[in-house]
């Protein structure tokens, strides 16, 4: 039989076999992960745990649990149908910061951020490094009142996870 569980609640009701495997999405929180293998280990005497986490998308996500832990708003950027992305979203507001999902620099509202607020951002895997240089220039120019322009858009590459001042109001 295979079992699907999203968190750690959900296996308690389980009736579990004598020996299984476990695997994890890629995009599953590194904490959560653990939490719940821990719970199998004490109730399946042969687990085996496959480690499917992608190094980089864990790293990713730390860097933003971080970053959310220092800022007052987090901006994701990536695509709507990125579960990468939905995680990285999930992370950020699970630290009670408001946190906007968008998709490109276009997608930021023209005001309610304060001088006085630390702005994270962080953006999912395959979102284009160009999208990215876009969302931290438009913040920057919002903060300087500066007219808006075009950031060219060279070859597509994830981008790092940054933080920066929030604009004047």
Same mark, same amino acid.
């Given at each position: 039989?295979?079992?699907?569980?999203?968190? $750690?609640?959900? !296996?308690?009701?389980?009736?579990?076999? %004598?020996?299984?495997?476990?695997?994890?999405?890629?995009? !599953?929180?590194?904490?959560?992960?653990?939490?719940?293998?821990?719970?199998? %280990?004490?109730?399946? $005497?042969?687990? +085996?745990?496959?480690?499917?986490?992608?190094?980089?998308?864990?790293? =990713?996500?730390?860097?933003?649990?971080? !970053?959310? =832990?220092?800022?007052?708003?987090?901006?994701?950027?990536? #695509?709507?149908?990125?579960?990468? +992305?939905?995680?990285?979203?999930? +992370?950020?507001?699970?630290? #009670?910061?408001?946190?906007?999902?968008?998709?490109?620099?276009?997608?930021?509202?023209?005001?309610?951020?304060?001088?006085?607020?630390?702005? #994270?951002?962080?953006?999912?895997?395959?979102?284009? /490094?160009?999208?990215?240089?876009?969302?931290?220039? =438009?913040?920057?120019?919002?903060?300087?009142?500066?007219?808006?322009?075009?950031?060219?858009? $060279?070859?597509?590459?994830? #981008?790092? +996870? /940054?933080?920066?001042?929030?604009?004047?109001?």
């Amino acid at each position: 039989p295979v079992f699907i569980a999203k968190a $750690p609640e959900e !296996l308690e009701a389980l009736d579990l076999p %004598e020996r299984a495997t476990v695997v994890a999405q890629t995009t !599953l929180q590194q904490t959560i992960r653990q939490e719940m293998v821990a719970i199998l %280990e004490t109730k399946i $005497p042969q687990l +085996t745990v496959a480690n499917t986490i992608c190094s980089a998308t864990a790293k =990713r996500q730390i860097e933003a649990e971080q !970053l959310a =832990r220092q800022a007052d708003v987090m901006l994701v950027v990536g #695509g709507k149908n990125s579960a990468n +992305t939905r995680a990285l979203y999930q +992370t950020c507001s699970a630290h #009670g910061k408001r946190t906007l999902w968008i998709e490109s620099a276009a997608d930021l509202p023209g005001e309610g951020f304060s001088a006085s607020e630390i702005i #994270g951002i962080t953006a999912g895997a395959s979102t284009p /490094e160009w999208s990215l240089k876009e969302v931290a220039k =438009r913040m920057n120019d919002m903060e300087h009142n500066t007219p808006q322009e075009e950031v060219e858009q $060279p070859a597509p590459a994830s #981008g790092p +996870t /940054e933080a920066v001042q929030g604009p004047t109001e």
